[in-house]
């Protein structure tokens, strides 16, 4: 049971990168904030994880500002590392959800079965 929780947890931290990788993919000139309420995840959270992955060489950040010394305007972009491990999540996210969707087809079946013994 300890170690399922771990892997949902594991999941679901999984999921919050794949999240935040989309919404930096649509439209890069978001704030830290506009992220955490896109992908509703806290503000402190979003910051933990801009700042793994861009440590990890998955994000970088870029001033667009025209004053090179004002950092008022960033922009987070994905390096070819990031679209790499978009990718990897978004195959993984669908594989996982397969596997809950044929979980629950099966679970179905034999609630339907056991619902409608000798009915023919």
């Known amino acids: 049971m300890l170690e399922q929780n771990k892997t949902e947890k594991i999941n679901l931290f999984q999921e919050d990168i794949l999240n935040l990788l989309t919404e930096i993919d649509k439209k890069r000139s978001f704030t830290q904030r506009q992220i955490a309420t896109r992908t509703n995840l806290s503000l402190?959270?979003?910051?933990y994880l801009v700042h793994a992955l861009i440590c990890k060489g998955i994000l970088k950040?870029?001033?667009?500002?025209?004053?090179?010394?004002?950092?008022?305007?960033?922009?987070?972009?994905?390096?070819p590392k990031g679209f790499e491990e978009k990718f990897r999540l978004t195959y993984y996210f669908l594989k996982k959800k397969e596997e809950e969707y044929k979980a629950l087809k099966v679970e179905w079946e034999?609630?339907?079965?056991?619902?409608?013994?000798?009915k023919k």
């Open 61 to 79: 950040i870029k001033n667009f500002s025209n004053r090179p010394e004002k950092l008022g305007k960033l922009r987070y972009v994905l390096t």
């Open 44 to 47: 402190g959270k979003t910051n």
């Open 110 to 118: 034999k609630l339907n079965a056991r619902d409608k013994p000798n």
